[in-house]
């Protein structure tokens, strides 16, 4: 088999880069984060000329944005301590539970996927995922520090085990985009790894993803500049699948140990405030 890799080193670095931007600068700026991504639905005619075609891939680009666009509302709510009734109902933490399900669902539905190309072991661990996503509003919120944060206080295992399952399950599902999304995974999983603060993995996989969706639809460069479809080899992702299924299962039991025994207050805040 022919597996080209040299284009990739210069094009995943460089994408890597770019990411890494995009988070720092929606954190920072977090009106013009919220009001950019009510823009960008206005690129669609751009959607129809890229070749988005079907109602998955439209539904797939909008389940992603328009909850980025309500993430961005609600740290305007929260941060700047809005009045009014739907400012007061997006700065509630009942309304936490509307971004967990969030989450809740685009694992599921990757993992219902997973199930139909028969890359069970995956599914599993996808399956899992969901069942170790710690609940809100206890362990979300959003910040009235800074940038007015949405903060998870999902694990660094968790963070890695999403990782490693979500790679695993492109490899499978878009072995031509899987390096591509491979960098988007890597930047969300280092991003918050740099900053010291594990709890920021969501934002940054907020942005990470809906940047790439948008730049998928609108201009869809990652054929030419990212094309893995060469790497794809289906013993790999059998075993890959079965890797992340032993390693999620331990961390179940000690995600439950620690719900069940109280430690999980500190645990999985790691002992500070965000």
């Known amino acids: 088999m022919n597996i080209t890799i040299w284009p990739h080193v210069i094009t995943m670095p460089i994408y890597f880069i770019v990411l890494i931007f995009i988070v720092a600068f929606f954190r920072k700026h977090y009106k013009l984060a919220a009001y950019f991504w009510i823009a960008s639905l206005f690129t669609f005619p751009l959607w129809i000329l890229g070749g988005v075609e079907g109602w998955f891939r439209w539904a797939k680009i909008l389940s992603v944005i328009l909850p980025t666009i309500i993430v961005g509302f609600s740290r305007i709510a929260v941060y700047e301590n809005k009045k009014g009734k739907i400012w007061d109902f997006l700065k509630s933490e009942q309304f936490l539970w509307f971004f967990y399900a969030i989450l809740f669902l685009n694992i599921m539905e990757a993992t219902i996927k997973d199930a139909t190309m ?16 710690p609940f809100a509003p206890k362990f ?63 934002t940054a996989r907020v942005y990470t993803l809906a940047a790439h969706l948008l730049l998928r639809a609108s201009f869809d460069i990652f054929p030419m500049t990212m094309d893995s479809s060469s790497w794809y080899n289906p013993e790999v992702l059998k075993t890959w699948g079965m890797i992340n299924f032993i390693l999620i299962v331990p961390y179940v039991f000690w995600h439950m140990w620690q719900l069940q025994t109280g430690k999980a207050e500190k645990s999985f805040r790691r002992q500070r405030a965000a």
């Open 118 to 133: 028969g890359n069970y072991f995956n599914a599993a661990t996808g399956f899992l995922l969901c069942v170790t996503i």
């Open 140 to 202: 979300w919120k959003i910040t009235t520090e800074k940038h007015g944060d949405l903060i998870a206080y999902t694990t660094a295992s968790w963070n890695f085990l999403y990782t490693t399952w979500n790679a695993c399950f492109v490899y499978a599902e878009s072995p031509v985009y899987f390096a591509s999304s491979l960098t988007i995974l890597l930047a969300a999983e280092l991003y918050p790894l740099m900053k010291g603060r594990p709890e920021l993995y969501i």
